[in-house]
C-alpha cells in the first residue's frame, strides 16, 4: 500500500525548482496529490509544499531524506519530509478550560489534525476534564523558587510523551528564554488579543473603555520576545457598545479557541514554514 509524504521546503528563488522536485518524485513513481507553492518577492525566497504517495512499500523519511540531499543541495534548499505519523502534541493549561475544551472535542470528532499526548498543568483545575476524555494530567507546580525545576520537568515530559509541538492553550507562566530556545518552532500560544493590542492585566476591561468593535486572538510560535513570535492564525469577531466586560471575555474566548485550533491544525498536518518572524500558511 502506498504511503502519504509531506515535502516542505523553502529555497532561494531561481529556475528550474519545482522541476527538479517533481522529476525527483517521478522517477520513484510517486503521485502527487497536493501542491502549493508561494514565491515571496520581496524576499526573493520560495515555499512549497508537496504530499505525495510513495508506491515502494520499504520507504522511509530517512531514505527519502538522503535521496533528496543532491536535490536540496543543488537549490540551496531548507527542506523537511513527514510521514502519515500524526502529530503528537503536548497540550499546557492553567484554569482556564475553554482552548482545553475546544481541542479535546476537535480530537475526539478527528478535527483536529493532531493527536493530544498529555495535559500538562500548574494547577489540579482542568483534571476532571482531562480524566474525562481519557488524557493523562500531569501536575507541575510553578513558583519562582521551583522554575527552573518546572521547565526541566517540561522537557522531560515533552520526551516522555513524544510530542512533536507544545500547545499553550491558556497557560498563564511565561517561559523562560532557555525553555523558548529549545522549544523554538515547536510551541504555539494563544494569546487574548488581536496583536498587536491591549497588553497587560484585564485585556478585556482595557478594550470596553476605548469602545473596541472587534475582539481578537492571536495563536503565534513562542519566541523569547513576549507575544511576539511569528503569528500563524488570527480571528477577530465584531461587538458593539453592548458588550460589557464580561460578555466580550465570552466572545474572546470563542476567538481563541478558534485562532489556536486552526493553528494546531495547520502546524500538525505540516502547513506552516516559518519566514524569518511571520510565516508562510498552506491552508
Known amino acids: 500500500m502506498a504511503r502519504l509524504f509531506t ?9 528550474g525548482i519545482v522541476h527538479a522536485v517533481t522529476s525527483f518524485l517521478v522517477e520513484r513513481a510517486c503521485d502527487i496529490v497536493e501542491h502549493q507553492q508561494f514565491d515571496d518577492r520581496v524576499r526573493g525566497t520560495l515555499f512549497q509544499r508537496t504530499s505525495f504517495t510513495c508506491p515502494a512499500p520499504q520507504a522511509t523519511v530517512a531514505d527519502l531524506s538522503r535521496q533528496f540531499g543532491p536535490v536540496a543541495r543543488e537549490f540551496e534548499m531548507e527542506f523537511e519530509l513527514f510521514d502519515d505519523r500524526e502529530t503528537r502534541i503536548l497540550v499546557m493549561v492553567s484554569k482556564a478550560g475553554h482552548c482545553l475544551n475546544d481541542l479535546i472535542f476537535r480530537w475526539r ?30 501536575h507541575v507546580p510553578v513558583t519562582p523558587d521551583v522554575k527552573p525545576e518546572a521547565e526541566a520537568r517540561l522537557l522531560e515530559l515533552v520526551d516522555e510523551y513524544e510530542a512533536d509541538l507544545v500547545v499553550l492553550a491558556r497557560y498563564m507562566q511565561v517561559l523562560s528564554d532557555d525553555l523558548c530556545g529549545k522549544l523554538a518552532g515547536k ?8 496583536l498587536p493590542g491591549f497588553k497587560g492585566a484585564k485585556p478585556y476591561h482595557q478594550a470596553y473603555d476605548r469602545g473596541v468593535k472587534y475582539v481578537g ?10 507575544d511576539e513570535g511569528p503569528i500563524i492564525e488570527q480571528e477577530v469577531l465584531r ?17 481563541e479557541a478558534l485562532a489556536l485550533a486552526r493553528a494546531v491544525r495547520w502546524h500538525g498536518e505540516h502547513r506552516v514554514l516559518l519566514n524569518g518572524n511571520s510565516t508562510v500558511v498552506f491552508r
Open 217 to 226: 486572538a492571536t495563536a503565534h510560535y513562542v519566541t523569547p520576545e513576549l
Open 187 to 194: 510551541a504555539i500560544n494563544i494569546h487574548h488579543s488581536f
Open 7 to 15: 515535502l516542505t521546503l523553502k529555497c532561494p528563488e531561481r529556475a
Open 239 to 255: 461587538v458593539d457598545h453592548g458588550h460589557d466586560p464580561r460578555a466580550l471575555a465570552t466572545v474572546g474566548r470563542d476567538a
Open 109 to 138: 470528532a478527528g478535527s483536529l489534525g493532531a493527536d493530544i499526548a498529555a495535559v500538562v498543568s500548574n494547577h489540579e483545575d482542568l483534571r476532571p476534564m482531562a480524566d474525562a476524555a481519557g488524557l493523562d494530567f500531569v
